[in-house]
């Protein structure tokens, strides 16, 4: 078992206003964001199943078309993925 400090994760910066720091384990990955007011993550789709919370819980299915914006910020964001992102290894 592994314990991780969030904030001690360096941040990647997928988007303007956008900072994710991810983790993973062996067939899964959790990802905690912080959006700016006004910031976002452009349309796009990917391979693997997502969950995004707090607050309420979006199920993302795999290869679903889908983006976000902070209409309210700003806001913090889980993200859960099955598989791991390759690109996030």
Known sequence: MTFYTVEEIVP???A???A???LQGERMSVAFFAIAHGSGVPEHAHPHEQIVAPGGAYHVPSGAIH???CLKGP???IEMFAPVPEDWR
Do not use: L
Request: net charge positive; proline share 7%.
């Open 67 to 69: 983006s976000g914006r």
């Open 75 to 77: 806001a913090e964001v």
């Open 16 to 18: 303007d206003g956008v």
């Open 12 to 14: 990647r910066h997928p």
């Open 20 to 22: 994710v720091r991810a």
